[in-house]
């Protein structure tokens, strides 16, 4: 259901039916919207909405929404609006302000939640019930941060960077080479923004299962191992790499870049031949996201992912533009902590996998 849909079905309950007093935003496992559920229950509260967030994108949009109106930030599950007032968890104080507010609402009539307005607005939070507060950032945050530096410390985003700056400098000037360098950045940057956001909608469009989203933690950790055995046994079976078969291919096509606008267009292409190495904790925080996050936010936390991601290539462009390192040192350093490199992803890979495994388990996700 899209957003104008909800907005006419809203309309239609408060202007046709009987106004709907008591809203709820649950998710689904969490211990404490289900103790809020028997609460009403057993008040018979016959006016109560429910929106479940953890699996349904509509419905974390739609709580985005009246966390706007009520001028509040999203804090966690369960979330209820009655009146005026934000509830944000569960324990015996909350039941007991949430009683005093049903029946002030029973003796006076309340505002209907759905037509309630950045008017003053007073919240009650519970302290008691810390995990189910802030479920959205408390494993969100770090989830993107340490993917995005995994990807930034990739060895095959290195050396593909280090192969056009070589190329560029190799015609004596720095400034061309500065630009090239720069725009090359500024491609992979746009280029895995725009995928991002295809891949992000194709999953929410579809909706992620709590299985699917499980499967994502997972995948987290098996990519962390084969990291790890990049780092015991480099060169077996396999590498996190680039395939070698297309390398040729890829060094041919850098190295016929002379200029920023032709570096800027190689790093669409280029996008696509890092993939294979970096795509792997980028589907897993965009899993994360689909499942956490409402559409405005999955997108500044792409756009943070990214900037981190390119961070390293930036560096390595100035350094190289102002005389700090050169091409060839750059290089013999890539492969010298090649394989230090490989073990730092396969440490944080897994240790985000099990980190989303805890999350599911205690229900912090």
């Given at each position: 259901m899209n957003r104008y849909s909800w907005m006419l079905v809203f309309v239609l309950c408060v202007f046709i039916t009987t106004a709907q007093d008591v809203v709820m935003f649950y998710g689904k496992g969490c211990p404490h919207c289900s103790a809020a559920s028997d609460f009403f229950d057993k008040a018979n509260v016959t006016n109560l909405v429910r929106f479940e967030v953890y699996f349904n994108q509509s419905n974390r949009e739609v709580f985005q929404d009246f966390a706007n109106r009520y001028q509040v930030g999203i804090q966690g599950v369960p979330t209820i609006f009655i009146g005026d007032q934000v509830f944000v968890g569960f324990s015996p104080r909350i039941a007991q302000n949430l009683e005093d507010k049903l029946e002030s609402c029973r003796n006076e009539s309340c505002v209907?939640?759905?037509?309630?307005?950045?008017?003053?607005?007073?919240?009650?939070?519970?302290?008691?019930?810390?995990?189910?507060?802030?479920?959205?950032?408390?494993?969100?945050?770090?989830?993107?941060?340490?993917?995005?530096?995994?990807?930034?410390?990739?060895?095959?985003?290195?050396?593909?960077?280090?192969?056009?700056?070589?190329?560029?400098?190799?015609?004596?000037?720095r400034r061309r080479a500065l630009f090239a360098g720069l725009a090359f950045s500024a491609a992979v940057f746009i280029s895995y923004v725009l995928m991002g956001v295809g891949l992000y909608t194709a999953i929410t469009s579809a909706g992620i299962t709590h299985t699917l989203y499980i499967i994502l933690a997972i995948l987290a950790i098996l990519l962390g191992l084969f990291n790890l055995k990049d780092f015991l046994w480099y060169g077996k079976w396999f590498v996190m790499e680039v395939p070698r078969s297309w390398r040729p291919k890829l060094q041919s096509i850098i190295k016929s870049v002379t200029s920023a606008p032709g570096a800027f267009l190689i790093g669409f292409v280029v996008s696509l031949f890092l993939l294979p190495c970096t795509s792997g904790p980028y589907i897993v925080i965009l899993g994360l996201l689909a499942k956490t996050a409402t559409r405005n936010t999955a997108f500044a936390y792409l756009l943070l992912?990214?900037?981190?991601?390119?961070?390293?290539?930036?560096?390595?462009?100035?350094?190289?533009?102002?005389?700090?390192?050169?091409?060839?040192?750059?290089?013999?350093?890539?492969?010298?902590?090649?394989?230090?490199?490989?073990?730092?992803?396969?440490?944080?890979?897994?240790?985000?996998?099990?980190?989303?495994?805890?999350?599911?388990?205690f229900g912090y996700v």
């Open positions: 209907s939640p759905f037509t309630y307005v950045n008017g003053h607005t007073s919240a009650v939070v519970d302290d008691s019930s810390p995990s189910e507060i802030s479920t959205s950032h408390a494993l969100t945050i770090p989830a993107v941060l340490s993917a995005a530096a995994i990807d930034a410390i990739n060895p095959c985003a290195f050396a593909v960077l280090i192969i056009l700056m070589a190329t560029v400098l190799a015609i004596q000037k992912y990214n900037i981190i991601f390119v961070l390293p290539m930036i560096v390595i462009t100035l350094a190289m533009y102002w005389g700090l390192t050169t091409a060839e040192q750059a290089e013999q350093w890539r492969q010298k902590k090649l394989k230090i490199l490989h073990l730092i992803a396969g440490v944080l890979l897994i240790l985000l996998g099990v980190a989303m495994l805890f999350g599911v388990y």
